[in-house]
């Protein structure tokens, strides 16, 4: 299928394409990299009047780190999330999951900003972001304001951004010399959304662990970030059965629901193995046959 009619927007300062998504309303869509968009329309499940285009703003991209926070522009591309020296020192856990996002193609085109405004519950980038309870920056017209992870990823595609809004950058906290990352993702097929994910951060002081964040995704209406969880295991021994343990308890905490092909219960088994082997590579440990 072929989109319906549009009229196509590109406009040359952010102050522009706010006034137009302010005149235009819900009958206006934002487009970036239009990996999700795109096919969207074509399937006409999404029929703006209106695409505004932001790649004429490159204001909205790049990466600078600012005292313990890593400040990265909504039209940042995955490709350039997965490879970029600045990212992989201070946010190794955000270049991981960048890297998994996809196909080539798809990162050299899709952008965080897109992501994040998307909210697939599957996707990689929403997860990264409530993982690490990163903040989303949104300017809207004569207005700016930041919203915390938590509170901007609201349901299924569906997000705390009004209709005359858009995600310029996203504020992530720099992670520490000594904080282990690990990233899990399984699919179908390479480049599909996933059916599970989880991503782990955490430090190892002395054999134990005292820091530990967890996400989960794919199994819910948005990604979920286990603090719970983590909290009851901050001093506990970082050895095979701690992390065991630690996976157990991740699956118990989640509510998958039965969808077509794939049960409940399958996808809290895939959450308990991506969980362990996670939070292993996120120890600097190598848990066998899991």
């Not at 005149?23 to 969207?40: N, R």
């Not at 948005?222 to 001093?235: E, Q, R, W």
């Not at 308990?272 to 190598?286: C, E, G, Q």
């Amino acid at each position: 299928m072929k989109p319906s009619v549009f009229s196509y927007h590109r406009p040359h300062s952010l102050d522009d394409a706010l006034a137009l998504l302010a005149e235009h309303g819900f009958d206006a869509k934002v487009i970036a990299g239009g990996q999700s968009l795109g096919p969207m329309m074509n399937m006409r499940f999404a029929q703006p009047a209106h695409l505004v285009d932001l790649n004429a703003l490159p204001q909205l991209a790049g990466i600078e780190r600012t005292g313990s926070t890593l400040r990265i522009g909504a039209l940042t591309r995955h490709h350039e999330l997965a490879t970029s020296p600045l990212v992989r020192d201070t946010c190794p856990l955000l270049a991981l999951a960048a890297a998994t996002v996809g196909h080539y193609a798809i990162r050299q085109r899709g952008t965080l900003g897109g992501s994040l405004a998307n909210a697939d519950p599957a996707a990689q980038l929403p997860l990264i972001v409530r993982t690490l309870d990163a903040r989303i920056e949104v300017a809207g017209p004569g207005r700016t304001r930041e919203i915390a992870a938590a509170d901007f990823l609201l349901a299924a595609m569906t997000t705390a951004l009004e209709a005359d809004e858009i995600v310029t950058a996203v504020r992530f906290p720099c992670a520490r010399p000594d904080e282990g990352h690990g990233f899990e993702i399984f699919s179908r097929r390479h480049g599909d959304f996933a059916i599970a994910a989880c991503a782990v951060s955490a430090i190892v002081d002395a054999g134990r662990f005292t820091h530990l964040r967890i996400g989960v995704g794919g199994v819910g209406d948005v990604p979920v970030s286990l603090d719970d969880v983590a909290a009851n295991f901050i001093g506990a021994t970082a050895d095979d059965a701690t992390i065991a343990f630690v996976a157990e308890r991740v699956a118990a905490a989640i509510d998958p629901h039965d969808q077509p092909g794939i049960s409940a219960a399958y996808r809290r088994e895939l959450v308990h193995a991506l969980s362990a082997r996670a939070l292993a590579r996120a120890s600097r440990y190598t848990l066998q046959d899991i």
